[in-house]
């Protein structure tokens, strides 16, 4: 008579969804975005990108070697890969090849690894990275080049590109500007309105992605689009996102209706920046965000609500990595204090009385 | 009237998930009656929930088909009844059909081929009978609760008319992959289902039955109506098709809005529910006094060769059926009997099936959920499919930290394995064998604590009655000591007095 194995335990059917084919999904769910990011700044985007999403598989190898663990399977899981290129997407696309570097070996080794690995760590590690930078090094990190794309008569050539990469460019002036919120920013320490300062701002540019902006976060559309069907593919819940844009829109609003002058519009904070790259791809990363759809949309709404105080207040023109480190600080505490109700309990655990005949 | 009103406006579902049906190759066909009378029949003295039926035969006795082999023993148990006709070979130990397959007690008959029936009695007119009565000759016919639970059913329609339930749930749901027992028999055999719900209704004295049927079933569904249609107490419906659909009380909080309190039975709140299979075992002892001596099982999988629905007597072994339908044995990886998401897994085939088979699969590899173990990584899938309400990926880490305690604290014994959990996780942790195997040690841990305590008693017993013997001997000398310087005395008075 033949017998079978141990024992296991139901279920013994499964979803077939497993963690590389979501990180997967994700991937394909942020590649048009990135493709466009690609086209719209050349060569040195390739470069960096490239650069960025190598070196964070390189370092997670080599933590995994280090562990004394084969190596293989984990780089399989996709998680690393991921989590250099949605850091490369927040990275300012002409930025030098040791920005990205640097910045994986963060969200690699600070960022995730110390903690333990994937499912471990406190904060998103892309986002850890791209505040460290901000900070470490403010110029390369607040360079924005203007659109230049692949073939363009005005962009560089392969061999420029070569230089701005892994050697800088002299008169980088001539290639960069500021981004819409960077000029909103400095305009208003100027004491200038909105009417004036938005002269020449075209919504349509900027929805699409013909823009100034980190690599990967300038198309609204081709982010939204993503986003949306990672949505509906229910890789992520919809709870973080809608929560998110929902908080900025309402307190955007407010402000703008009371004073128009000084109050950035709804629709102008929803188009620029990294706002929907955050609220689709960042935000919703499983490891630090909230379990409940409760605790989510708290969540969601916090790192709404700290986004629109840093940018309206804040001595920086963008704070979605800040409020997403901020809020990825309390996901401990609101997973704490927001639970489900079980079955048959009140939320305090006891059980329900029997309803009276 | 508002509960009546109440499924309009159905509470949501909660949890649960979509799992693949893979049913379509066995609801298709009618179920199979034609099953070869197997050789040798093992019977197992406890195929329900309680105390162990209890054997009154002797080994080498010839029975009849529906003949009594062992009693119900106490207020929660059930009797067994000979499947065939033939003579009892043995009545010992052998492997109980559970992942263990330890030896459990069983009856051994050699079946004579006659399959000939002990002469039933004539039944009446069942509705003239008391309620009482009902429950009576439900329990002596050793019915159970044919979903999988077991639960004696006379003992639950007692609790129903002592309770005065208002709601029968008759289970229709089948929310488990793979099977379609339920979906065959209530297609083919609907005007006794409903029969038998009367008969419930009217044992448990109670107005209302809902038959509830997932709206995957189209087919059962029109089948059940049809049949219900002169019965306005009796109402089909149709639900959504979601696992665990099935469990009792989701069903009941989608069918009337109200939920059980944690450790009341659903009687308490007003419901009482019985599976379709129950409800036919119950018609078949009323109508025609036949005790539940077979049932129809769902053979399935990717390993077998002729998956079908098939009626076998009880205490068929399982090797028997993977013979007929075909199952080929290099290609299973593993058996599971019950449905994919709850069922146990068999060590081999040479188990009994009992009542509680509603079916056996034998899956191959490719079916299986992958055992590739990766790290968690927090998506909280899990909380979302959960139809209890726990948090799976926290009480799995209390577990691997060993705070049995703490996963106590979150829920542990609120878990109904349902599988949702296991099913879902995109990073193949085993939950609900976590789940499981706290559960044993918590119980175990208590057993030992209670065993300590009781040995603390006994010890601290045993420590007074010594020293009260020692104190009680040391009276005694005392005493024989007083008595013998008393007897000196008077013998020397005596002496004194003598000189």
Known sequence: MITYHKPASGAHVGANKSVSQIMGQVMLAITPATAFGLVCFGWPAIFLFLITVTSAVLFEAFCIRLKGRPVKPVIMDGSALLTGWLLAMTLPPWAPWWIGVTGSGLAIILGKQVYGGLGQNLFNPAMLARVALLISFPIEMTTWANVSPLFFAHSPSFAESWQ????GLQNLDAYTGATTLGYIKTEFSQNHILPDILQDYSALQNFIGWTRGSLGETSTLLL???GVWLIRQKIIQWQIPVSLLATVVVLSTTFHLL????????????????MLCVAFFIATDYVTSPNTSAGQCVFGAGCGLLIFVIRTWGAYPEGAGFAVL??????????YYIKPRIYGRDRQGKPLEIPKP | MLNGLSWLN?????GGVHAEERKANTAAQPIVTDFPLPKKLYIPLQQHVGKPAEPLIRVGETVLKGQLLAYSQGMISAPVHAPSSGIILDVNDYPAPHPSALPIRMIVLETDGKDQWLELPEMGDPFQLSPENISLRVGAAGIVGLGGATFPTAVKLNMGRENHIDTLIINGAECEPYLSCDDRQMQE???QIIDGVRLMLHGMETQHAVVAIEDNKTNAFYTMAAAARHFPAIKVIQIPTRYPMGWDRQLIRYVTGREVPVGCRSSEIGVTIHNVGTAYATHKAIRHGQPLVSRVITVSGGAVGKPMNVEVPLGTLIGELFAFCGVDAAQTARIVMGGPMMGDSLPHTGL???????GVLALTQAELKSTDEQPCIRCASCLTVCPAGLRPVDMANHIKANQLDAAVDIGLKDCISCGCCSYICPSNIPLVQYFKYASGEVAARQQAQHKSEQTKKLM???QMRLERIAQQQLEEEQARIAAKKERERLQAEQETAAS
Do not use: W
């Open chain 2, 189 to 191: 055999r609907s005007e």
């Open chain 1, 259 to 274: 004073d128009s002058d000084h109050y950035v519009s709804p629709f102008l904070h929803l188009n620029s920046g990294s």
């Open chain 1, 326 to 335: 901020l809020m990825n600080s309390a996901t401990p505490l609101i997973d």
């Open chain 1, 224 to 226: 939204g689009l993503g």
């Open chain 2, 10 to 14: 159905p509470p949501r579902i909660r």
């Open chain 1, 164 to 167: 701005i990469t892994f050697s």
């Open chain 2, 460 to 462: 601290a017993a045993r």
């Open chain 2, 352 to 358: 009994p099936t009992v009542k509680a088979t509603s």
